[in-house]
């Protein structure tokens, strides 16, 4: 692959400085500003601006500080209602839920894979109903390469009272599960998306402590709409959910609620009368506003 090269200004090289910071190489060349080594990629930034990148992911990075890169992509799916190359895609399920575990899916779709998923007619997930999830998910989950995290509730309040926040929690389960497909699929991916929970910045520097990051990374509004993986990603996470909870149902001998509504506030606080206020650290997010209601609850009975 010809290496792309395009200029930025002053502005485009201060972020470009900060964003691979940690990624930079030693440098002899005077005409350089920096160099910096990405997962399939080399940069090379000049002190007049010129940028100059190489490697299989070449074409994605660019598309970060290439306004004119950027439209060139994009025109690439005009037409189409969904991105038609292959790509990575990772989603979740349960972070807004007070009971129940957060399930990670990352997951690996080719062009044929691709076709296939659209001919199966999904439609919009949030209208999909139990049953239907659970066809589909069984569909999936044999024909795709996916990975799948499960964060149970000990583990996630472990991590809060840890100083570690939800939206730094996601990403670095994200980061994990995106990782994961790439070690399964063992060939270049150049595409790799996630729908935005929070800017690129603040993602980014939730992971400046991990040993391996995904950097070349998209993050779309809705991209459920256009990413056949993120489709997979969404209903194969809320499989997993669904099973999770369904087992934990059983468990307590209760019928559980999802969300975060006064009537799932009910349902805690019997859990907590029943089996002991300690038990709420094994099923609830403990940093929900729900935990002061629910012991509210428990304190009135």
């Avoid at 190359?85 to 979740?92: D, F, K, P, R, T």
């Avoid at 369904?246 to 975060?260: E, H, I, P, Q």
Wanted: charged fraction near 25%; glycine fraction near 4%.
């Amino acid at each position: 692959m010809e290496p792309i090269k395009f200029k930025v200004n002053e502005n485009t090289l201060e972020k470009m400085k900060k964003f691979y910071d940690s990624q930079m190489v030693p440098c002899d060349d005077p005409t350089l500003l920096f160099m910096a080594h990405t997962i399939g990629c080399e940069i090379s930034v000049k002190v007049d601006g010129t940028v100059e990148l190489t490697g299989q992911n070449a074409l994605r990075e660019a598309q970060h500080w290439s306004k004119k890169i950027k439209k060139q992509i994009a025109s690439l799916n005009q037409g189409n209602d969904v991105y038609q190359l292959h790509h990575i895609g990772s989603a979740e399920t349960g972070s807004a839920d007070y009971l129940g575990p957060i399930c990670f899916v990352a997951c690996y779709v080719s062009e044929d894979d691709i076709t296939w998923i659209k001919g199966l007619e999904i439609g919009n997930i949030e209208d999909l109903t139990t049953k239907e999830i659970v066809q589909y998910a069984k569909l999936l989950k044999d024909r795709l390469v996916y990975s799948l995290l499960i964060l149970d509730n000990s583990h996630y309040n472990k991590m809060i009272n840890g100083g570690i926040n939800q939206a730094n929690i996601r990403a670095k389960l994200f980061n994990q599960s995106i990782v994961n497909v790439m070690q399964k699929v063992k060939q270049s991916v150049k595409v790799k998306v996630i729908t935005q929970f929070v800017s690129p910045k603040t993602y980014f520097n939730y992971l400046k402590n991990e040993v391996i990051v995904v950097k070349d990374l998209m993050f779309e509004a809705k991209a459920d709409e256009q990413y056949m993986a993120v489709v997979a990603a969404e209903i194969l996470s809320r499989y997993a959910y669904l099973q999770y909870f369904g087992n934990m149902s059983k468990s307590l001998k209760m019928n559980l609620l999802r969300g975060s509504s006064s009537n799932v506030d009910t349902i805690a606080a019997a859990i907590a009368t029943k089996y002991g206020p300690k038990m709420l650290n094994k099923v609830a997010k403990l940093n929900f506003t729900n935990t002061k209601r629910v012991k509210s609850l428990i304190s009135e009975s």
